[in-house]
């Protein structure tokens, strides 16, 4: 299973997470109605920690797919093949619509019901940002979420579609955009951005860890962050990795928000 967490500032950043973990457990696949269980069992579940999950397509754009590991590998790799460094999300949407085309005509799992899954971030040429990506189905459309100059953006793969019910609230950071609670009120223009990148990282930390913390087979509590910035007119990457089996334990504030 899968935890990645997207979000970004439009004009000045996005950011991707993953954990770590890739989970072997035993499936059965229905291909007459479209769908997929697991066997839950220790015996036939077994979880390892191996590379980040997210990877950089362009000088714009990351991705990370989540669900059955090796046909979303396999869409992955057919778009490292097609996409150039230059290309920004419109163009790798393009490209991610014919690949997804392709594979849905060459194997049946691309049509069975959130068996694979793949989410896009970045920025366009514009400099706004968005998120593009699919989840299979029986019938499956690229979906795309553009964001403006200074609109926060966000969105998930997650190992519980409850999560995925209380995105607003699980992304909600009252210190950054709560104008009465905000203490960037206070903060020089020329910090802001990075300022907003420190507390915005902290929040996604959390969110990884109370995850983790309940799915402790399918999520590793190490985390990769990835960020491509905007920085006078190029655009920058970096990447860190955390370990977080201690720091957010206890998450009340967490809690609530998924009910």
């Known amino acids: 299973m899968t935890l990645v967490l997207n979000a970004g500032i439009g004009g000045l950043f996005v950011i991707m997470t993953s954990d770590f973990r890739r989970t072997l457990a035993e499936r059965h696949i229905d291909y007459e109605k479209l769908s997929i269980s697991n066997y839950e069992t220790a015996e036939k579940t077994k979880s390892t920690d191996g590379k980040p999950k997210v990877y950089r397509l362009t000088d714009k754009v990351m ?131 990075n300022k907003i990148l420190k507390m915005m990282t902290e929040h996604l930390k959390k969110i990884h860890s109370y995850i983790a913390g309940q799915h402790t087979v399918d999520v590793s509590p190490g985390m990769s962050v990835h960020l491509i910035a905007f920085n006078k007119g190029r655009y920058d990457y970096d990447h860190v990795s955390y370990n977080l089996i201690e720091p957010y334990k206890q998450l009340e504030s967490m809690k609530q928000k998924v009910r």
């Open 63 to 193: 991705a990370a797919t989540g669900g059955i590991e090796s046909p979303g590998k396999y869409v992955l790799d057919q778009l490292k093949k097609r996409v150039k460094t230059h290309h920004d999300l419109t163009d790798c949407k393009a490209i991610l619509e014919l690949v997804l085309f392709k594979c849905r005509a060459e194997n049946k799992i691309f049509h069975v019901n959130e068996a694979v899954s793949l989410l896009m971030s970045g920025f366009y040429n514009d400099g706004s940002i968005g998120y593009a990506g699919f989840i299979s189905g029986e019938e499956v459309d690229v979906f795309e979420q553009k964001a403006a100059a200074d609109e926060y953006l966000y969105n998930m793969i997650t190992p519980d579609k409850k999560y995925l019910e209380n995105i607003p609230e699980l992304f909600t950071i009252p210190e950054i955009f709560d104008e009465e609670k905000s203490f960037l009120n206070n903060v020089h223009p020329s910090e802001l951005s």
